[in-house]
């Protein structure tokens, strides 16, 4: 029983943190890639969550990053942006609007200004 339980914890462990970025003005800077390949490389699960309504621009620094296409959201708003995060499960998100990253830590979820 304690080893199945070990077990379970270690997977929960090794399955890394979820962990978003903003696409625009934060995962398009040099310093944000730097960051999301450093978290990549820690075994962090990554997804692109946007407030714009068009992802495929988004899908090539997925695809270079090796994010899967189905963890990139365009969501069209702020509003929708910050209910996406909070809906997945992020536990932390880098972000340039000081808004979305006021209200991300209102909720409890770390947010990192860019």
């Known amino acids: 029983m ?6 379970h914890l270690n997977r929960i462990h090794l399955a890394g ?18 960051e999301a390949k450093r978290l990549i490389n820690e075994g962090e699960i990554l997804y692109i969550i946007s407030a714009s309504s068009d992802k495929d621009a ?3 620094r997925a695809k270079e990053l090796g994010i899967p ?3 990139v959201y365009a969501t069209g708003s702020n509003k929708a942006k910050v209910e996406k995060i909070q809906s997945l499960g992020i536990v932390s998100h880098y ?13 409890g979820i770390t947010a990192n200004q860019y």
């Open 17 to 34: 943190r979820k962990i978003s970025f903003d696409y625009h003005e934060t995962l398009t800077t040099p310093k944000g890639m730097e």
């Open 95 to 107: 972000d340039n609007n000081e808004g979305v990253i006021k209200k991300l830590r209102e909720l």
């Open 2 to 7: 304690i080893n199945r339980v070990l077990f």
């Open 58 to 60: 988004m899908l090539g």
């Open 69 to 71: 296409s189905n963890r």
